[in-house]
């Protein structure tokens, strides 16, 4: 059987329709469509429907919705992550991001948000999928409390900026998914290479283009190509290690 990968995070909502099977003919069969607001949110639920098993809707507010929109504004976006939770495979895409929140009062608004997301996925033991930007320590310890109190998986999502943050994650369970970076920065690729091999996932962050091609998760093959020949590995040995770790990051 060829091999068979996961895109653990997509915004498929803002792709053609096409791309589901587009990213299957090269053996991308699982995709995790994150969501930035309630729009998105009942996109990526009907997605889910349209494709069982195979599209795996996360529920979410960005933080950069948090930002563009302020807390006011979100009540009914919350309220509808609080009532459909027990449909998302995952509670995301939420975080932190300081590129967009500058202010004390704004940075204090996402951390709102994204704890809403934690007593989320407490109450429905979900995992969440984490964003970070120009915040990454800040955002990994919230990541970790997390961890610690509910036991519940999390994901560091793009997270290969730093080795010693990817250590961090890698002692205290933390999954890490790397992404079509990979491919352009050699920067990248080394953090990549020190995930721990239980702690592995792969992402497109599609349709987000990255090096100068447009995000499709499609391009979570060639990132595994590419993380297979850093680790010495055959495709379909990363392959199964990655079903095994997307198994233990979806939880039962
Ligand atoms: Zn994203």
């Known amino acids: 059987m060829p091999a068979e990968f996961a895109d653990t995070h997509c915004h498929l909502d803002q792709l053609g329709s096409g791309a589901v099977a587009e990213a299957a003919a090269v053996g991308v069969t699982t995709i995790v469509a994150v969501s930035q607001e309630s729009g998105s949110m009942r996109a990526v639920l009907d997605l889910g429907q349209r494709f069982p098993g195979r599209v795996l809707p996360g529920l979410g ?17 919350l ?16 975080g932190l991001d ?17 704890e809403c997301h934690f007593d989320i996925a407490a ?27 509910t036991g519940l998986a999390a994901q560091m999502h793009w997270f290969t900026e730093s080795s010693k943050l990817v250590r961090i994650c890698n002692d205290e369970g933390i999954f890490v998914s790397a992404g079509p970076s990979v491919l352009s920065s050699s920067q990248a690729a080394d953090v990549a290479g020190e995930i ?3 702690l592995l996932l792969l992402e497109s962050d599609a349709p987000v ?35 095994r770790n997307l198994r233990r990051y979806l939880g039962p």
């Open 61 to 77: 507010i960005h933080p950069c919705t948090v930002t563009d929109r302020g807390l006011d504004a979100l009540t009914a976006d």
């Open 79 to 94: 309220a509808l992550l609080a009532e459909r939770a027990p449909e998302a495979a995952v509670i995301g895409e939420t």
């Open 98 to 114: 300081h590129k967009w929140a500058t202010s004390a009062e704004q940075q204090a608004e996402q951390v709102h948000v994204l």
């Open 123 to 149: 109450q429905h033991r979900k995992p969440v999928n984490l964003h970070s930007r120009r915040c990454l320590r800040q955002t990994l310890e919230h990541a970790i409390s997390f961890r610690r109190q």
């Open 196 to 198: 721990a091999d239980d």
């Open 209 to 243: 283009p990255v090096g100068g091609v447009p995000g499709h998760p499609r391009r979570v093959r060639e990132v595994a190509e590419k993380l297979a020949r850093l680790r010495g590995l055959s495709l379909e040995n990363l392959a199964e290690q990655l079903e």
